[in-house]
């Protein structure tokens, strides 16, 4: 396991970590395991690096932006003739000026958020959807991208970055303003996809976040998420579960849709999708069928992100 990976582990298990000193790891602690302390570690209140190329300002401003009570960040880079580590740290003289150990001490005031983020946080907007929808989201990637926002889309956004589970990726749900999701039976089969449109309900819910939910597609339509809104929706036999089964009957497993009917894929599974969907649209939406182009689709979805995140067509 890397250092990266081994950190992130760490603060998964250990969230109320007040110091974390990365100065005995190797080279490659990355922004996206600093990601998971600024997202896991609130109480954080010292935090000392090594000089890497692989830290960017991107890593280093989530932490300040959501560790409330750090106080310290310590970046030390190794002098002629010393090791990183060796020298004691800076005293409080030293304090934002280079200390003696070859490093650097910060307060988080001193750090300046890069000023392309119009929205303050890592991503103005991360967009939400399954595997079946991904030429229409790079589409809004593209028009969203050229509205100047700063914008998520995996296939675009992680630049190298492992994301071995769900969790993962939630990490850069929790950094976005606003989550677009694009609701269609491709978001509901796909279960990183609904982890992340959980994720985003959790915020706004909580006041953290905006979530903008476009309906695409013809196979699930607004009218019918309607007519299944009064049904139980932790019931086996919803009927937006009847129609997934519909839409999904190969249980080959080759076939990438085939979760919806594996083994593994559970009644709990189904439901808590189905959930996930109705807590969705209680933040509103926008339906789009088959009779709107797909140009005009695309150019209305990315009109109405970009208010939510600037607040200005």
Not at 122 to 135: A, E, P, S, T
Not at 149 to 160: E, P
Not at 264 to 272: G, L, M
Request: hydrophobic content about 40%.
């Amino acid at each position: 396991m890397s250092d990266n990976d081994t950190l992130v582990a760490l603060v998964h298990r250990c969230p109320h970590l007040k110091c974390i000193d990365l100065t005995e790891s190797g080279e490659d602690i990355t922004d996206s395991a600093l990601m998971v302390v600024a997202v896991d570690c609130h109480g954080l209140e010292v935090l000392v690096l090594n000089n890497s190329s692989a830290i960017t300002d991107d890593g280093l401003l989530a932490v300040v932006r959501n560790c409330r009570h750090l106080r310290t960040v310590l970046i030390k880079y190794q002098s002629a003739g010393s090791s990183p580590t060796s020298s004691p740290p800076p005293t409080s003289s030293q304090t934002n000026e280079e200390s003696a150990s070859g490093g650097y001490m910060a307060s988080p005031s001193f750090i300046q958020p890069p000023a392309t983020n119009i929205s303050g946080r890592k991503w103005d907007v991360f967009i939400c959807h399954g595997g079946g929808d991904k030429g229409i989201a790079r589409d809004l990637y593209n028009n969203l991208t050229g509205r100047d926002l700063r914008v998520f889309l995996d296939i675009k956004s992680l630049d190298g970055e492992r994301c071995a589970t769900p969790r993962d990726m939630v990490a850069h749900v929790k950094a976005s303003s606003v989550v677009l999701v694009l609701v269609s039976k491709f978001l509901i089969v796909s279960r990183w996809a609904m982890a992340e449109a959980k994720a985003a309900v959790d915020a706004a819910d909580a006041n953290r976040g905006k979530v903008f939910s476009a309906i695409i597609g013809s196979d699930i339509t607004s009218t019918t998420l309607r007519n299944m809104k009064e049904h139980d929706v932790n019931s086996i036999d919803h009927p937006l579960i009847h129609a997934m089964d519909n839409f999904f009957q190969t249980d080959a497993h080759h076939d990438q849709w085939s979760n919806w009917r594996h083994e593994k894929f559970t009644p709990a599974h189904k439901t808590d999708h189905v959930a996930t969907v109705f807590r969705l649209l209680e933040y509103g939406f926008a339906p789009f069928g088959p009779s709107d182009q797909p140009s005009e689709i695309v150019s209305e979805i990315a009109k109405r992100t970009r208010i939510l995140a600037t607040g200005s067509p």
